[in-house]
């Protein structure tokens, strides 16, 4: 997944998150929410830890050239 298609799907997820929240402080007892509220937060961190993996993956792409290109010259 690209890097910015992974930053829209977490920023959407955030946003439901938040409703979820919302939806929360007020009925806080339900029992559904809460399920939905996990689940989100699970899929949020997923998508979290995949664009700081695909950050990575960018930034020793550009460092490596970067020390190529210095080597080469």
């Not at 930053?7 to 939806?23: D, G, M, P, S, Y």
């Not at 699970?42 to 490596?64: H, P």
């Amino acid at each position: 997944m690209e890097l910015q298609t992974l930053q829209e799907a977490l920023k959407v997820e955030i946003q439901v998150h938040q409703k979820l929240v919302a939806q929360m402080k007020q009925d806080p007892q339900n029992a559904d929410l809460k399920k939905q509220l996990h689940e989100l937060q699970a899929k949020i961190t997923a998508l979290s830890e995949k664009q700081v993996g695909k950050q990575r993956y960018i930034f020793n792409t550009i460092n490596f050239s970067c020390v190529e290109t210095n080597v080469l010259n």
